[in-house]
């Protein structure tokens, strides 16, 4: 789970928060701002991966139905053969 990891207490999540709100402390806002903006790059980060899992298991859910039609043709049986055609003007 994404969200589980980005929690207070946790120690990469932590030093990331922390780099986040110094590099915009360095841009010149105040703490609270800085940290604000730290959480909500953070947060653009959870979206991004959440949108790359979910690309993902539509693929996987693609391959998955392409895997079950693959053997239809090969059980279908085939056109039974027809005379010759008519002949036209």
Same mark, same amino acid.
């Given at each position: 789970?994404?969200?589980?990891?980005? +929690?207070? #207490?946790? #120690?990469?999540?932590?030093?990331?928060?922390?780099?986040?709100? #110094?590099?915009?402390?360095?841009?010149?806002?105040?703490?609270?701002?800085?940290?604000?903006?730290?959480? /909500?790059?953070?947060?653009?980060?959870?979206?991004?991966?959440?949108?790359?899992? /979910?690309? +993902?298991? +539509?693929?996987?859910?693609?391959? +998955?139905?392409?895997?079950?039609?693959?053997?239809?043709?090969?059980?279908?049986?085939?056109?039974?053969?027809? #005379?010759?055609?008519?002949? /036209?003007?």
């Amino acid at each position: 789970m994404i969200g589980a990891h980005t +929690v207070a #207490g946790n #120690g990469p999540f932590d030093m990331m928060r922390n780099a986040l709100t #110094g590099a915009w402390m360095h841009n010149g806002n105040a703490r609270p701002d800085a940290l604000q903006h730290a959480h /909500a790059q953070i947060y653009g980060m959870a979206q991004i991966q959440a949108r790359l899992l /979910a690309y +993902v298991d +539509v693929i996987w859910i693609m391959v +998955v139905l392409t895997a079950m039609l693959i053997p239809i043709p090969f059980l279908m049986n085939r056109p039974k053969k027809a #005379g010759p055609a008519p002949m /036209a003007h």
